[in-house]
């Protein structure tokens, strides 16, 4: 157990407090997180405790004097004690490794015993991230994901931040094809996005943008008619789009790519940091989006489609999956170069949606467009919030043509790629009805073709063994 | 029969359609949900204060939107139709909105086969395919249970020969 080890970490709070390392590993190479984290766990259940007092108890805390004070502290505290220790049976009965077939292994639970197996070949992303609290440890987590529908992922908490970056660097040099004692990989940094321009490209997004226009409008004119009761309504259609500004804003703070050898490294987070690697062979879909007011800068934002991510996370929210929050144009298309080398956006024969189409799609029409190379499909859509979807052959998983009663009417017919779930939705609008059809056979048999020469999943094997 | 002569949707040869048992098997469901319809419209005929032509005019309406939906059911089932080619699967439906799904066989994670009670006791089957996406939405209802067994045995093997990584 725990207390024959020796102390490795030191002291990370500065406090004189000496603390048993993550220790050697058991004889079968089994290892446990980090034995802080029932502390941890602890220490983070007392401000939803304190919370919680508050609101029950309210105001009667006045009323009730010193002694009912002391005595929900005593019960905080308690609870607090209660959580650290049903952590530390968690803890006791968490273990992971590496199997002798090269498999990641995690034995957990308490009442319940799971075993989990994660196949590294099907390893889409490893994160690690700093929660607040686990930060004041200086201790991190690490989520792995692989693919597969539902809970696919493993989430070890807590690991030291070193502890945390070599096990991401093994996993990640594992599922590569190297062997595991790789040096965790050097990475360089490309770009960062610096504040300002996150927080003005975030109030400038075209519903956000249009929201607070419309708000400042109502608000004018109802002060201007009848006083301040125009503030109602404009919390709302004011309040949320702020609320979401200031939530990306804090989430996304301190944007910076960097280029490893396993992949592009994203760093992210305000108050939770956030390590997230793209590896270039798992990412399904790339779209550019470009709201009307960005135009101006030249800003884009890239999101991605990457297999086992972005779905609904923990908490059933979507996660939008970025690759960068706000760029300038080619920087970003410097950046999707790396994700998919040799493509040269500029350089494709776009194949536009008919004049008719105007009629079904009367402000976008002339955008809409879809084209093609030997690498990717590419679909064009929208006018006032232009997007723009990439989508690697190889990675079609099927192909759709769907035509509405008003599309029927004018012999128009659109034509879907179907990607893993995630933001981006990769879709050529109101082409002409036969064209759509060729160009979805066309797709099937590319994607045929790319699958059957595809060696991108093992990214980081060198060419030389091929 | 469907016009199925139209641009993007050419039903070429070998293109398979659905049994018609799955017009019987829908209009069941539909007429056990018209009970409840058909309860309340009586309601309407017992209570005392409103005028007879009142529940006169909303029995007729739901008199129309039955026999309109009776007849939508025969021209959707016909509507359905599947083709296997070599390396991928074809299926297409919808008369309003019209689609058509082309899953290739190295793609499909799992095949579902299931049918409900009334399906059951009619004999038909439903086949839905599943790929990593989930906006691919293939489901071949209306399928022999025989078929639907050979079907799922088909693709389940095909998929196999030709499976691929994400």
Do not use: C
């Amino acid at each position: 157990m725990s207390q024959e080890r020796s102390s490795r970490i030191g002291d990370d709070l500065g406090l004189g407090l000496s603390m048993p390392g993550m220790g050697s590993a058991d004889e079968h190479g089994r290892r446990h997180v980090h034995p802080i984290t029932p502390i941890i766990h602890g220490v983070t259940s007392i401000p939803f405790a304190i919370a919680m007092a508050i609101v029950w108890g309210g105001g009667a805390f006045a009323a009730l004097g010193l002694g009912a004070l002391v005595a929900t502290l005593l019960l905080i505290l308690l609870i607090a004690l209660v959580v650290a220790a049903w952590s530390y049976l968690g803890w006791r009965n968490l273990w992971f490794w590496f199997d002798d077939d090269g498999d990641f292994r995690v034995d957990s639970g308490i009442l319940t015993r799971q075993q989990r197996r994660l196949q590294l070949s099907r390893l889409q992303a490893v994160d690690v991230a700093q929660p607040l609290f686990a930060r004041l440890f200086s201790m991190a987590e690490v989520t792995i994901e692989v693919a597969g529908t539902g809970d696919s992922r493993v989430r070890l908490r807590y690991l030291t931040l070193a502890e945390a970056r070599a096990l991401r660097s093994e996993v990640l040099a594992r599922a590569a094809g190297l062997s595991g004692e790789t040096e965790e990989a050097p990475e360089t940094a490309i770009i960062r996005v610096p504040g300002r321009d996150l927080a003005v490209s975030l109030l400038a997004r075209s519903v956000t943008a249009g929201l607070l226009l419309v708000s400042a409008l109502i608000l004018g004119f109802t002060w201007w008619t009848q006083g301040w009761s125009g503030l109602g309504v404009t919390a709302v259609t004011g309040g949320v789009p702020i609320l979401i500004v200031v939530t990306e804003f804090i989430r996304y703070f301190g944007f910076t790519v960097s280029e490893s050898p396993d992949g592009l490294r994203l760093r992210f987070g305000l108050t939770k940091t956030q390590t997230r690697t793209v590896p270039p062979g798992r990412v399904q879909a790339i779209e550019f989006v470009e709201p009307l007011l960005w135009r101006r800068w030249g800003w884009v934002r890239v999101r991605l489609n990457i297999a086992g991510v972005g779905g609904a996370d923990s908490g059933g929210r979507k996660e939008e999956t970025l690759l960068v929050p706000v760029a300038p144009r080619d920087v970003a298309v410097a950046l999707v170069q790396r994700l998919q080398p040799g493509l040269d956006i500029d350089a494709l024969t776009w194949h536009s949606a008919p004049a008719r189409s105007r009629r079904r799609a009367p402000i976008q029409f002339r955008r809409l467009a879809v084209a093609w190379n030997d690498q990717v499909l590419a679909t064009r859509r929208g006018q006032v919030t232009r997007r723009l979807a990439i989508l690697p052959h190889p990675r079609t998983q099927s192909v759709r043509v769907t035509q509405g009663p008003w599309e029927r009417a004018l012999h128009l017919a659109s034509m879907h790629v179907d990607s893993t779930p995630g933001p981006v939705r990769v879709t050529a609008l109101h082409l002409d009805a036969g064209f759509a059809r060729e160009v979805a056979d066309a797709q099937v048999e590319r994607a045929r073709h790319a699958r059957d020469a595809d060696t991108s999943t093992h990214w980081a094997t060198p060419p030389s063994g091929e | 029969m469907v016009d199925r002569s139209e641009g993007a949707f050419t039903f070429a040869p070998g293109w398979t359609p659905v049994s018609p048992r799955l017009v019987t098997a829908r209009r069941i469901t539909l007429g056990l949900a018209y009970l409840l319809v058909a309860a309340a419209v009586v309601a309407l005929f017992v209570i005392p204060d409103l005028p007879r032509w009142v529940a006169g005019v909303v029995a007729g309406v739901s008199v129309v939107i039955f026999v309109w939906l009776w007849w939508l059911i025969g021209r959707r089932v016909r509507s359905y139709g599947y083709a296997e080619r070599e390396d991928d699967l074809l299926v297409t439906s919808g008369i309003m909105f019209r689609r058509l799904v082309i899953v290739p066989y190295g793609r499909m994670q799992l095949v579902d086969v299931q049918a409900g009670p009334i399906d059951r006791a009619l004999g038909v089957t439903t086949v839905q395919l599943h790929t990593a996406a989930a906006t691919t939405d293939a489901a071949i209802p209306g399928l022999l249970p025989q078929d639907a067994a050979e079907l799922r045995d088909r693709l389940a093997r095909r998929g196999e020969q030709r499976s691929a990584g994400l």
